[in-house]
């Protein structure tokens, strides 16, 4: 069942473009993510599917009722899309269960909805607290629940963890996760973090320039990406330019597998961690160590190929340190994946 | 037929014999003798009367000068008629007018000051290429700067001295009418132009003339301290505050109602004369003694700065009395109903401190998270609602401090407050003006501490709020 549909949404601010023509389906029970980098249009999105910005064009449907769309915006207290702000967005008159309970009727506050859903978020017994008495990570949480409080068919999630440091917004994604699993909730997180939207979501969207390029799931989207631009801002990518032959490819990495069968010129894209260093005795392709980044769990090379071509390879199980100017041979690991060519232009 | 002219009762009403009916020789109606026949172009039926002043000076270009010079006087009389003197009972709008007043007597001594201290004594008088067409100046070049311009100020001394003649004539003149009207010893003014009486007002024009000299001359010892003054000697520096002190007793009396009493005129002229001969003498001897030239370089120094300050001053005043003859004129013909009512002055009030409230309600509004309504709305409560549990408790300390702040200002707001309550009503500050205007302090102290307990309660509460804000992370 969908949650929510938007089709051809439009939304212009003078002669900014933030919306043209994005098209979103979240199914029922789901976690997407509108991945994209500042300024796609992906709060404009969220803003617009909330009801707080009117639509230029297109539609917006929330379950079977149409919310916006020509001649149409229901305002955002009719819509029942809660929303989860950046920086959390508590009253700050309000006590914990005040907050919590803000969108409750009398009935449903009686019933325990409130002590039941910070047990979800982990806040058991913190109703009497106030928001300026809590730290930043448990100020989320209660943001999260009093968002889910009233069950509302979407929970829009604004980059909840931006404010937060790494450990804790690692533990408040999983946390965030089983809640809204627990409650069955359908959501839309915006965010402009890979990990974040690789690790949680079932589905991303990706946007570009006011656009939804891409929806998929999180290891379609690394492992085939839409286009070009995806390729590169989803994950690290080498994108090498080949001459197809069926179900191989002659590149400058020598004679590779494709993932499916094509023929002529075409583009591949080789995730670093594909490519495997050897010693510089052994076979493969040769290449100069150009600099090496040492990330902790990995490390990434800049490598550079006889002919002046740059590559990048991930390294996971080599501690080995790689001084500029080391000689080593590269090979590709599994099949390489052939981007599909861009529309021509019309 | 009635007119100003240069010429004679018989040829205004070309009629060889005519008779003066009413009136004196300064000022009076004349007519054509019975039986010696009918003035020129005159018709049947119609008396022909001619009101003629006498004496006066004839000449186009002279009356031209002189409307010229006098218009400045003749527009502040105007803003002195024209006020709206039943709801100036305190005398604000005609203090206005007649600080408005002695600005141009400034003006004018300011305008003589700048054609000989400044033009001739400081910018010609020094330059050999100005001196060589005018040899009559060069006597003055053999003079050392600070008695050159002690000497050039005579003239502007003796300007003054005309206006001060002229202002002495004039009252006399309206004695020559007949005997003065008996007249109450009493500041209030009678109402109508045609009050007999009315114009004997001689306690009247001898206080703002004195007053008027001691603003010419403090212009001119200011102008010319300024020129030749050492900032750092102290002498000089003493000299200058005094030249200053006597224009700020100046302005200080212009904001006094006359005395009631020809004794009070006198107790308060007679310190100012003093003040007015004894600093003009010491700055013009002080010149007349200063050897070696100062630095020549453009203008007089402090002339332009004053030129300038005073005619800002003159805009400023001029915009006030725009400002309360307006607001006057919007109570009378506008809002007649409210007019001296409690309600027009609340109307006064909220236009006058409605910045002042909405400023601390938008400060506040800043203060609070952005974004909290919308959060509100998106979980299904309404606008009422959302005004109602969210926005004005989050605001709830601007609005409190913004009503504080206008309460405090409305308690000793004055000038409005006096223009426009209704005539049964006194406010705290009304009661206190009244009684430090006539100098009965121990009266007025009941209201003044009133007014410091009643602002105390509002600012212990505000200082409360922002210790309180203080403590939250």
Redesign the interface.
């Known amino acids: 069942m969908t949650t929510l549909t938007v089709r051809a949404a439009s939304k212009s601010y003078g002669a900014v473009h933030a919306l043209r023509a994005a098209d979103l389906t979240v199914a029922a029970g789901t976690l997407t993510a509108v991945l994209g980098p500042s300024g796609c249009g992906k709060t404009t999105l969220l803003r617009t599917i ?3 910005e009117r639509l230029d064009g297109g539609e917006i449907r929330v379950g079977d009722r149409p919310v916006a769309g020509p001649g149409l915006h229901v ?3 009719r ?5 989860v ?1 950046q ?1 959390g ?1 508590l ?3 309000m006590d914990v269960a005040g907050n919590v309970g ?2 409750l009727d009398r009935a449903a506050r009686r019933d325990g909805r409130i002590e039941e859903v910070l047990s979800l978020v982990g806040l058991a017994g913190y109703g009497k607290r106030m928001p ?1 008495q809590l730290s930043g990570g448990q100020q989320q949480r209660v943001a999260v629940a ?2 889910l409080a ?1 069950r ?1 068919p979407l929970i ?1 999630l604004d980059e909840p963890f931006t404010a937060l440091d790494a450990s804790l917004r690692a533990e408040l994604r999983t946390d965030l996760r089983a809640a809204l699993r627990a409650d069955n909730a359908t959501a839309v997180l915006v965010t402009h973090d890979q990990t974040e939207a690789l690790s949680i979501a079932d589905q991303v969207a990706v946007m570009h320039d006011g656009r939804v390029r891409q929806t998929a799931s999180p290891s379609d989207l690394y492992n085939r990406p839409a286009d070009q631009w995806g390729a590169a801002f989803v994950g690290d990518a080498n994108l090498v330019d080949a001459t197809a032959h069926g179900s191989t490819a002659q590149t400058r990495l020598g004679t590779l597998p494709l993932s499916s069968s094509h023929h002529g010129d075409v583009t591949l894209l080789i995730r670093p961690e594909q490519l495997r260093l050897n010693d510089a005795d052994t076979s493969g392709v040769p290449a100069t160590v150009r600099h090496y980044l040492f990330h902790g769990h990995d490390a990434l090379l800049d490598l550079q190929l006889h002919d002046g071509t740059r590559v990048t390879a991930r390294i996971l199980d080599q501690p080995t340190h790689y001084p500029s100017g080391t000689h080593v041979r590269l090979t590709v690991r599994g099949a390489a994946y052939v981007l599909p060519r861009p529309a021509p232009s019309r | 037929m009635h007119g100003v002219s240069g010429g004679t009762a018989e040829k205004i009403l070309d009629h060889p014999i005519v008779v003066r009916v009413a009136g004196d020789r300064h000022a009076g109606f004349y007519r054509p003798r019975p039986g010696s026949g009918a003035a020129g172009g005159s018709t049947d039926g119609v008396a022909v009367e001619a009101y003629r002043w006498g004496a006066l000076t004839a000449g186009a270009a002279v009356r031209t000068a002189s409307m010229v010079l006098l218009l400045p006087f003749m527009l502040g009389n105007l803003a002195v008629w024209l006020r709206p003197t039943p709801t100036d009972r305190f005398g604000l709008l005609g203090a206005l007018c007649r600080l408005l007043a002695g600005t141009l007597t400034a003006a004018f001594v300011l305008s003589v000051i700048g054609v000989t201290l400044d033009l001739v004594g400081w910018q010609c008088v020094p330059y050999d290429r100005c001196r060589e067409g005018r040899p009559y100046l060069s006597w003055l070049d053999e003079l050392p700067m600070g008695p050159r311009l002690a000497l050039l100020s005579l003239i502007p001394l003796l300007a003054l001295r005309l206006i001060w003649g002229i202002g002495v004539r004039s009252a006399r003149a309206f004695e020559a009418f007949g005997p003065p009207a008996p007249r109450p010893e009493t500041s209030e003014l009678p109402e109508s132009l045609n009050t007999r009486g009315f114009w004997d007002d001689e306690r009247t024009t001898a206080w703002l003339r004195q007053i008027h000299v001691g603003v010419g001359a403090g212009t001119l010892d200011a102008s010319l301290l300024a020129g030749i003054a050492d900032p750092e000697a102290p002498v000089d520096r003493l000299l200058v505050v005094a030249a200053i002190g006597l224009l700020g007793f100046c302005a200080v009396l212009l904001c006094l109602p006359v005395p009631a009493t020809r004794a009070g005129v006198r107790r308060l002229l007679r310190p100012l004369r003093a003040a007015t001969v004894a600093v003009t003498v010491l700055a013009l001897g002080y010149a007349a003694l200063r050897a070696g030239d100062p630095a020549v370089v453009g203008q007089l120094p402090g002339y332009e700065g004053t030129t300038s300050g005073l005619i800002t001053g003159q805009g400023v005043l001029l915009v006030l009395l725009a400002l309360v003859t307006i607001l006057v004129f919007f109570g009378i013909h506008v809002a007649y109903p409210l007019y001296q009512t409690t309600w027009l002055l609340a109307l006064a009030y909220a236009a006058l401190f409605l910045p002042l409230a909405v400023g601390a309600v938008a400060a506040a509004a800043a203060q609070s998270p952005p974004g909290l309504e919308e959060i509100a709305r998106s979980l299904g409560r309404g606008p009422v609602t959302v005004l109602r549990t969210v926005t004005v408790p989050l605001n709830l300390p601007g609005i409190g401090a913004g009503a504080a702040l206008v309460f405090l200002t409305c308690m000793k707001e004055l000038p409005a407050t006096l223009l426009l309550r209704p005539t049964d009503t006194d406010t705290l500050a009304t009661e206190l003006w009244t009684h430090t205007s006539v100098a009965a302090y121990a009266a007025g102290a009941p209201y003044a501490g009133l007014l410091v307990l009643l602002s105390a309660g509002p600012a212990l509460i505000l200082a409360r709020r922002t210790l309180t804000a203080k403590d939250r992370p």
């Open positions: 909330a009801g707080f305002a955002p207290h819509r029942r899309v809660a929303v702000a920086d967005a009253f700050p008159h803000y969108g300026h009093r968002a009233p509302p829009l």
